[in-house]
């Protein structure tokens, strides 16, 4: 009865979109305040009828109602309630399903807190964001629907995919959904604008809020994403360049791209036609993000659900959606006019070579994405481009991006001095790119140019962020949260960069074969195998591996790898839990390899120098985007 | 005329994924199911010496395409071992890598087939109309080839396709 009553209240969520979407938009047309006023009360019916539909589906999976086969083929009576919980979107339906409920959380959003807008800009808004949710309810009802029954009713269902029994990676989508969804919101202010045909600076202040939390959450999605594929897949390492992980970091920069843009539209008016385009592209980025991973046109370990039926529907709401967007944009963007002014030499300079080189770094992942698909398509194979090709590329593009990052935000408005920044950056950039050459040396005693530049360029970034911080307080009574925001960001860049230069030069990895009491040394660490018990857990049984890591004798730490076998699951595929000890300066990690003979087990261990700077870089990013928008100046407009 | 161009470049984007979207292999039933295993004379991956096709004959074996830039196949890595362990015969083809790649990827996630051959420029694998990796096929005794997997075999369905036919065919004797 309850999932019935789900299924209705998606369908009753899916005639209120239809209603949010296209009564306002007429009003806003014809000026009709009683059409414009339905508005916001639509968004919130929208928002409690998806509610209760979530509701329904999460108490299914509760309760074990395994006549649902969505329930049935992802859940089992062993499965703990968290991974019940999670299960409601550990798969397609279900995913589909969160994405409806968080756009409607976003709209919800934007109408409480939003209030201060002109009343038809507001029901443009809200009717564009209703617009995307009817074609998400509709794709629901029509291909996916998570309700569906079976006749009769298992006794017990499959087990969820054990990979995602992990609690990293139970909070992952969610918060890339966030991120997705979140970047609606800028989308559909844009549309709103050019719809209007007032594409002034307003339309940038009232969506930049907006974009940097969205922005926030994907960093954060993000940074779980590949925290969780470090820890459950075993291989020790955190990005795979996968086209699923591309997915996710497509829209991740062109949405920082447009973090940027929006800064110099509002605060100078410029660039504004760029930044409506760049609004409409990190949305599109996002569905395009769907796309690959719900249609399986790019095979890969993430697409764990793929169906053609599906990807023919979201390819034709891509067209409409992109498509008009991106038709009404060639329509209406002729009439905009930048105003400000500014010379070469000036921080709007700065930010536009920002976007040019972070729109450069899409484009090379959207390639290297697509290239296999173009080759599939022209009938000479199936092929990946894999890490070679991106690892070049993002080599190449990060160096500019670096450098720029130091001079950038020391830049003023409109036009600067180029003697000035050179004056006040020459020292900092000689001293930071000598130290940063000689550390390889002084790390272990031979020079690499290429790990000198990445930690030359981490110093670079973070001493010049400081320098700015210092003027900062020096010359003004006041630190708004927005700067120190920013300030905290681009550190987190610092991080991110000398954690992947360290990770990318001295890991060191090795596959060894241990009877029970011998050790082996990796990076000065003794690594001594103890032996192998068997575990139970709530539902899956495991060998855990117990290892004693000494540093000099003494004993730092016990790693506890395990090789998991879960219950429910029709093929044997055991899973890799890896143990690792963490600190600042390094991680020591070991997984479960095979069984060599009676007690001897193969084992995999790494050395993993300062790896744990790359998520603490992205945390410190999301951090300085929630203290961005937690400035004064936003929350006064809000009233 | 600018105005136009993300406009333009979205458009060729699309025909692109539906061009995407009907070629996916996981709608192509294979041709040489019901027929003999196309013939091949292949360099051994581990050391020297060739595999002729004629030896896949004689017991049920698993032909597993992969290769070493495929994530995908490590992903199913762990059940084609399982599947060794259970006593299936299993040949390794090892598609369009290098050499060393590949050595160094079995050394790390071990190593479950009886012979892995080498197909460095793919020429083979067309005429066993192989996609990209991984996909297995299932050879009987008389060197027919009875099934094929496209995509992991880890895969829940994929994986339960597979061992019915297994079954099927395998009678009393694996």
């Keep these: 009865m309850i999932p019935e009553i789900g299924l209705f209240a998606l369908i009753i969520a899916f005639g209120i979109a239809i209603v949010q979407g296209v009564v306002p938009l007429v009003g806003a047309a014809r000026n009709d305040a009683t059409m414009i006023s339905l508005a916001r009360p639509a968004a919130w019916a929208q928002l409690l009828f998806v509610s209760i539909a979530y509701a329904a589906l999460t108490h299914a999976f509760v309760v074990h109602d395994f006549s649902v086969l969505y329930v049935s083929r992802h859940s089992n009576l062993v499965q703990p309630l968290m991974y019940r919980i999670s299960g409601v979107w550990g798969s397609h339906e279900g995913s589909m399903l969160l994405w409806a409920l968080i756009l409607s959380i976003w709209t919800t959003a934007v109408a409480i807190y939003s209030r201060g807008l002109p009343a038809a800009l507001m029901a443009r808004v809200l009717a564009v964001m209703g617009l995307i949710s009817v074609g998400f309810y509709a794709f629901m009802l029509w291909t996916s629907n998570p309700f569906e029954r079976i006749f009769p009713a298992p006794a017990d269902g499959n087990a969820l995919n ?22 609606s919101v800028a989308f559909a202010f844009a549309v709103a604008a050019l719809l209007g045909g007032k594409l002034d600076a307003t339309w940038a202040r009232w969506s930049r809020p907006w974009t940097t939390v969205a922005w926030s959450f994907l960093t954060f999605g993000i940074a779980l994403g590949s925290w969780w594929a470090y820890n459950e897949l075993g291989w020790g390492g955190w990005w795979f360049w996968d086209p699923v992980e591309n997915a996710s970091f497509m829209p991740w920069l062109v949405g920082t ?36 991973v719900r249609s399986g046109v790019l095979v890969s370990v993430h697409a764990f659900a793929t169906d053609p039926s599906r990807g023919v529907f979201i390819l034709i709401f891509l067209c409409i959606v992109i498509g008009s967007s991106l038709a009404l944009y060639a329509w209406r963007s002729g009439s905009v006019v930048s105003t400000g002014r500014f010379t070469w030499f000036s921080r709007e300079t700065a930010l536009l070579l920002n976007n040019v080189i972070l729109l450069t770094a899409t484009t090379a992942v959207f390639v290297g994405t697509m290239y296999p698909l173009v080759v599939d398509a022209l009938g000479i194979g199936k092929i990946s481009v894999g890490r070679p090709y991106f690892d070049t590329m993002f080599a190449l593009v990060s160096m500019p991006l670096i450098l720029l990052l130091g001079i950038g935000p020391a830049m003023r408005w409109k036009s600067d001095n180029s003697q000035r920044i050179i004056k006040s950056l020459a020292i900092i950039f000689a001293a930071s790119l000598s130290v940063g050459i000689m550390l390889p040396f002084v790390i272990d005693g031979v020079f690499n140019i290429a790990t000198g530049l990445g930690l030359a360029g981490a110093l670079w970034i973070a001493i010049t962020t400081l320098q700015s911080l210092y003027h900062r307080i020096k010359t003004s009574s006041r630190l708004p949260l927005s700067f120190l925001g920013m300030i905290l960001a681009h550190l987190g860049m610092a991080m991110f960069v000398a954690g992947v230069t360290m990770v990318m030069t001295y890991h060191q990895e090795k596959d060894v074969r241990l009877e029970p009491g011998a050790t082996y040394e990796l990076s000065g660490y003794e690594f001594k195998f103890i032996g192998v018990k068997n575990v139970d857990g709530p539902n899956y049984t495991a060998q855990e591996g117990h290892l004693e890591v000494r540093d000099q004798g003494e ?49 995999r261990l790494y050395y993993k120098p300062m790896i744990s700077w790359i998520w603490l870089g992205c945390l410190f990013m999301t951090v300085g985007g929630v203290l961005a928008v937690s400035d004064r100046r936003y929350r006064q407009k809000r009233s | 005329m600018q105005r136009f161009m993300p406009l333009i470049i979205f458009g060729l984007l699309v025909v692109l994924l539906a061009v995407g979207l009907t070629m996916d292999p996981r ?12 013939a091949f004379e292949l360099p051994l991956l581990n050391g020297e010496g060739v595999f002729n096709s004629e030896e896949l004959k004689g017991k049920i074996t698993l032909l597993n395409v992969w290769a070493s830039w495929c994530y995908a196949c490590r992903q199913e890595h762990e059940v084609v071992k399982q599947l060794a362990r259970s006593g299936m015969n299993i040949v ?13 990827w079995l050394a790390q996630l071990g190593n479950p087939y009886q012979v892995v051959v080498a197909d460095e420029d793919g020429r083979a694998a067309i005429d066993w109309g192989v996609y990209g990796a991984p996909e297995t096929f299932l050879i009987d005794k008389d060197g027919i080839i009875r099934h094929k997997v496209i995509g992991p075999v880890s895969d829940q369905k994929n994986f339960d396709d597979l061992m019915a036919v297994v079954k099927e065919i395998s009678g009393d004797n694996l």
């Design chain 2, 27 to 38: 709608l192509v039933p294979s041709p040489l199911i019901g027929k003999p295993a196309p």
């Design chain 1, 257 to 292: 791209a447009l973090i940027h843009s929006l800064a110099s539209t509002e605060k100078r008016g410029v660039f504004k036609s760029w930044t409506v385009l760049l609004a409409i592209l990190a949305f599109s980025m996002s569905l395009l993000g769907t796309f690959i």
């Design chain 2, 92 to 104: 390794g083809f090892n598609y369009k890598d290098k050499k060393q790649d590949a050595q160094q």
């Design chain 1, 555 to 603: 004993k730092i730490a016990d790693l506890y790898p395990q090789k998991r076998a879960y219950s429910g699951m029709g093929s044997p595929m055991p899973m890799t839990e890896a143990s690792v000890d963490t600190n600042m300066v390094r991680d020591l990690y070991a997984a479960m390899g095979e069984q060599l003979g009676d007690t001897a087990w193969s084992l």
């Design chain 1, 162 to 183: 054990p990979l995602l029994q992990d609690p990293g990676l139970a909070f992952h989508p969610p918060m890339l959904y966030m991120g997705y969804v979140g970047f």
